[in-house]
């Protein structure tokens, strides 16, 4: 018998999804402002080719041969043009399914000495919002239908099942907040109203 154990000792763990799955990691960075406790976000660049000018956490694609943990860290460093010594990771968050692209590592980090004035390639402008807005106000809340469409060819007849079949369909969420000027929602406002509520239940 091969012996498993010898060969998936050092075991590289992956996500098994649809091709390209996009397997990222975010930091949800919490920096205290006047004594509150608040998120620092990222306005994204609008010259960027992906969610040019939406409210974002810093983070991005983890790298072949890299952790989801490094690749948070990396992120944050590069969009926030600091040091790995001004970010303090607490916690591995939950994890995010996005419906259609994959998988996102979350962590909690406590910032310190970050310049909040900074604009790169990638960043328009930081901007923060103290934790207690999202324990105060809900957000609006709508939903999409994702359902899946079989290609053309699709042999269905092979498989004997009928070109009616019921695939299912997915009812996603998605929420948005509104703070000032700014609109925070999708993946980036689920992220943080499910640290908020699991911060209220601890606290």
Known sequence: MIDYRKIFKEYDKGVIGPDKAFISSVVLPVVEIEGRDSIIFQLRSKNLKHQPGEVSLPGGRVDNGETPREAAIREFCEELESNSSNLDIITELDSYITPTKGIIHCYLGICKNVDLDIKNDEVEELFTVPIDFFKKNEPDIYYNTIKITPSSDFPFDEMNISREYFWGSLKNQVIFYKY??????????????????????MV
């Open 180 to 201: 000032g000027k700014y609109i925070i929602w999708g993946i980036t406002a689920q992220i943080v109203r499910n640290f908020v509520n699991k911060l209220s239940s």
